[in-house]
């Protein structure tokens, strides 16, 4: 029992730190064109051929499905609609954390026989390394791995992000060999299921899970012995799970977002450029080159004394640099700065913590009283995150502090309830003015977007005709840039 609290402890506590967060601290808000456009715009779960977004299945399921919980279950008890939908959201993403941090105790616990305790202590750092790995010193706005740019993305790159990764844990843990589906268990159905949410999710995200399962089929094959048929049948679950995400990188090479990025520069020199930026990125501008070198003195060490841990750790150290390649050849065809988002770089530094953790766990079993150390390493961590002048940068639009977005999308919705109200068709609010022709964050076509959802979600009568007007008193008056 005492046991099973510690792991029950750690989830419970780590799910709340997360809600909090996610709900207080930098609370996930709507507030431009984005966001109110996809948290009604329900799609059918399907891939789409030539749709916009072909395979971007989960997050244009599951923010819609948050918007309504939120505004008929959520809403109805506290009164706010725009706090309402920060609670839902943060408690979606909180769930996810808490699973993928999870996945990651039990795959610690198997490979090294830890008890749960010590496990535990291993999750923790695990996800303090999240919050860590682009600290700077006393600086504003500090980056962290669950940071993306508002809320539409944390459904379209931080979900899928964490769901691969938790699926990657998964696997490495249990072998699906060709039986595994054979019994239509619950268990068996979930997983078919949720392994199809991961494939149609992004495929900026959904390739960790398909590099890990590629190297894993790699290390199967026995080269003298090998016979395609036999192979696959023998496989059969990761096999076609491969085959499928594969095809949804046809559906998605033929969208239409893709088609839209398409470059009159050489293709040869965007891939230079990006792989130049994103090299750079990845091993001088954050903290883990010291987590990769720990674990690159470690290895030769590991190969010697523990054959069975070196295989797994293997695995994931040829799944580095496939990530690398791959995201470079996408990236490249819409921007190199694109493969510089921490959310698009988290499959990088989640296979780089692994590594590491494994490599920390190698010299915590060969000097078993070393693990003494470990809860002062997890609170070391934690308090080097928050301590001194840093603090963590808004996962907005440009940065504006949460409260800001509020004010504004407050004030956008007063206006069209105002109207609806009135008995009024058709009516002209005023925005903050941005700084393109369409005026994003708040684009002169999100009019009726917005009348749709607060439509869809109860809180207008009918829908109005929108028209956006942007003033530029309104920058100043939400201090806005």
């Known amino acids: 029992m005492k046991n099973l609290s510690a792991e029950v402890v750690m ?5 709340l730190a997360m809600f909090v967060f996610f709900s207080q601290v930098h609370p996930i808000v709507l507030f431009d064109g984005d966001d109110w456009n996809v948290i009604s715009d329900a799609r059918v779960g399907l891939p789409k051929w030539h749709g916009w977004n072909p395979i ?21 008890i506290i009164g706010d609609y725009l706090t309402a939908f920060t609670l839902t959201a943060a408690l979606i993403v909180s769930i996810f954390i808490t699973a993928y941090v ?15 305790f010590t496990a535990s202590i291993f999750g923790m750092m695990f996800l303090l390394l999240h919050f860590a790995i682009f600290l700077k010193h006393n600086t504003q706005d500090n980056l962290y791995l669950f940071h993306t740019t508002d809320a539409d993305c944390y459904f379209n790159y931080v979900l899928p992000n964490l769901l691969n990764a938790t699926l990657v844990l998964f696997v490495a843990r249990v072998d699906l060999t060709r039986k595994f589906f ?10 078919f299921f949720v392994l199809y949410l991961a494939i149609f999710s992004n495929v900026l995200s959904s390739c960790v899970l398909a590099i890990y399962v590629f190297v894993e089929l790699m290390s199967r094959v026995k080269p003298k012995e090998f016979n395609l048929r036999k192979f696959f049948a023998a496989n059969r679950t990761l096999c076609i799970f491969l085959i499928f995400w594969l095809i949804s990188l046809l559906f998605e090479a033929n969208g239409g977002r893709a088609q839209s990025m398409a470059h009159e520069e050489s293709y040869i020199l965007l891939v230079l450029y990006t792989a130049a930026a994103l090299i750079q990125s990845l091993l001088l501008d954050n903290r883990g080159l010291a987590l990769i070198i720990f674990a690159i003195v470690t290895l030769p060490f590991m190969w010697r004394a523990n054959k069975d841990l070196w295989r797994v750790t293997k695995k994931f150290l040829l799944c580095l640099p496939l990530w690398t390649v ?4 996408v990236t490249a065809r819409a921007e190199a700065t694109y493969a510089l988002r921490p959310d698009v770089q988290f499959g990088f530094f989640f296979i780089v913590f692994v590594i590491f953790l494994t490599a920390l766990g190698f010299w915590i079993k060969k000097f078993p009283r070393a693990a003494l150390v470990l809860p002062i390493l997890c609170f070391a961590l934690f308090t080097w995150i928050f301590s001194g002048k840093r603090t963590f940068c808004p996962s907005t639009f440009n940065h504006v502090p949460e409260s800001v977005c509020i004010q504004v999308s ?20 005023t925005v903050p003015k941005g700084d393109d022709v369409d005026n994003y964050p708040h684009p002169l076509y999100m009019g009726n977007n917005i009348s749709r959802t607060l439509h869809a979600h109860g809180m207008i009568s009918r829908r109005l005709e929108v028209k956006v007007q942007p003033d530029a008193t309104l920058n100043e008056r939400f201090n806005l840039p």
Request: glycine share 2%.
């Open 11 to 15: 989830s419970t506590l780590i799910f």
């Open 56 to 76: 971007k299945i989960l997050p244009e399921t599951f923010f819609p499905i948050c918007g309504y919980f939120a505004a008929y279950v959520v809403r109805p």
């Open 102 to 116: 999870c996945l990651f105790v039990k795959f610690i616990k198997a490979i090294f026989n830890f008890d749960k």
């Open 182 to 191: 054979d019994r239509m268990t619950p268990f068996a159905i979930t997983l």
């Open 326 to 329: 791959y995201i470079i050849l």
């Open 410 to 429: 407050q004030h956008i919705m007063n206006q069209i309830i105002a109207a609806d109200r009135a008995g009024f068709k058709e009516v002209t609010i």
